[in-house]
């Protein structure tokens, strides 16, 4: 289904939202001269080479009225972030160290600031775009007082739906993708409100998009049902794991692997709905609080971690989150999980100053272990606060058994017979040997775990 020599299979994703990160005004203005804040990120480089990153997703950046998903304009960056040669210059550093980028592609909704819209707003029915956006109808008035409504998404009249079936939309959008390639060399794009777009422009966007560059990786924003109608041959490369983003955390808070456990057989077992699709997995994102303020112990990051860079799918941190950086968003407001990002503070000041190193080392780990990448997944053993599994590719065998509780504990768990010992990549090269087809290790270490190569 989807192939093996993919790139996105071997990534490790960042996730930055610009606009917060490189501190922008709250709103556009529309008439400063373009602020080169994004460059600031090429700052960041070093530090997730560190991580182990080879691979950028870049939140909303081209020209928007506040947040980025109410889109002005497709074919200019943000100038409260720059223009397009600090974005092209952004991306050449990037790819010249071995880092590839992906943008928020917002292709089912814009602002009210979109110059389309505004052309409606100003001749009305003579206006030539009022066939770009769903279910625009004159007579009744829109809660900002047009004389006309339009279907919203998700009943915000701020952001307006785009009407995905007009020839000219789609050669608008197209070609606004088309620019992206050509002058700033993206690999791919998060498609935001994936689950709200038509099937048959995802079909012409996949389509489109394999004759750009073959290899082009389109991520979908699905938070709810079945990812298959999204992930598919014909659509989408892949959608956001929200079904285990809950599980990964809430496992730990309810001190119940059985959660997290249920979920991964769901998806990725022998039988399971999902096998051999690469899932987008993450522990936070801009839209959720981020993961440290939702542990009740803050130890718990590190098994957290530990799983996902040992799951099946696609891991991703989002920016900060490797210090252990709390968040909380209210009903009125998200701003907490988008700060600016001070590297320097944060690499001087971490609440958790392990982190990054551990993370650095679960993703050279994961680098160096094809099973983790690309291998079938097996449940082992599942407790309350311990969790083993196998990962397998052809001859390559991998078990991580995960220990969430405070004290070590010995575990012991099934292994092909053809193996004769198991050695840990994670800690210290420590070896154990298998015996009757059973491995046994005396100890796990608290709040961490190990990773094992099967070898024979």
């Not at 590190?302 to 989002?318: A, K, Q």
Request: hydrophobic share 40%; proline share 7%; glycine share 6%.
């Amino acid at each position: 289904m989807y192939p093996n020599s993919h790139w996105a299979r071997d990534a490790v994703f960042y996730h930055i939202y610009p606009l917060g990160a490189c501190a922008a005004p709250a709103c556009n203005d529309f008439s400063s001269p373009p602020a080169p804040r994004l460059a600031k990120i090429q700052q960041w480089i070093p530090h997730l080479l560190k991580l182990g990153v080879n691979a950028l997703y870049l939140g909303p950046l081209f020209e928007s009225t506040c947040h980025g998903y109410d889109t002005a304009d497709y074919y200019a960056v943000d100038r409260r972030l720059g223009d397009r040669q600090v974005l092209a210059q952004l991306s050449t550093e990037l790819h010249r160290n071995g880092i590839r980028l992906i943008l928020d592609g917002v292709l089912n909704h814009v602002g009210h600031d979109f110059w389309a819209f505004r052309d409606v707003q100003q001749y009305g029915q003579a206006s030539a775009y009022k066939d770009w956006f769903d279910g625009l109808r004159f007579g009744p008035r829109s809660p900002y007082g047009d004389p006309f409504t339009y279907q919203p998404w998700s009943g915000h009249y701020d952001l307006v739906r785009l009407n995905q079936g007009h020839p000219h939309v789609r050669a608008h959008l197209f070609d606004a993708i088309r620019m992206w390639v050509e002058q700033f060399n993206i690999d791919g794009l998060r498609l935001d409100a994936a689950d709200c777009l038509d099937p048959d422009f995802m079909r012409a966007l996949r389509e489109f998009t394999s004759r750009l560059r073959p290899d082009f990786w389109l991520l979908g924003e699905v938070v709810q049902g079945d990812y298959r109608r999204w992930a598919n041959p014909q659509t989408l490369d892949s959608v956001t794991n929200y079904e285990c983003y809950k599980g990964l955390f809430s496992s730990l808070v309810d001190k119940n692997y059985f959660e997290i456990a249920y979920a991964l057989n769901r998806q990725f077992s022998p039988d399971g709905l999902y096998t051999g699709l690469p899932l987008y997995n993450f522990v936070d994102n801009h839209d959720v609080d981020r993961v440290a303020s939702r542990l009740e112990d803050p130890a718990h990051l590190y098994p957290l971690y530990l799983l996902l860079f040992s799951m099946p799918g696609v891991p991703s941190i989002y920016y900060g989150s490797e210090f252990g950086l709390e968040g909380r968003r209210t009903p009125y407001d998200d701003h907490a999980l988008r700060p600016a990002f001070d590297l320097l503070a944060l690499q001087r000041n971490s609440p958790h100053p392990r982190l990054v190193d551990d993370i650095a080392r679960l993703a050279s780990v994961r680098q160096a272990l094809p099973a983790l990448r690309h291998g079938a997944y097996t449940q082992l053993h599942v407790a309350a606060q311990q969790f083993a599994f196998a990962r397998q590719s052809g001859s390559d065998c991998v078990v991580v058994l995960l220990n969430a509780s405070a004290a070590p504990v010995p575990l012991e768990v099934a292994a092909p017979a053809h193996f004769t010992r198991a050695l840990d990549c994670l800690n210290h090269a420590e070896s154990f040997p298998i015996q009757a087809g059973k491995l046994r290790v005396d100890t796990v270490y608290p709040y961490w775990g190990r990773i094992l190569r099967l070898e024979k």
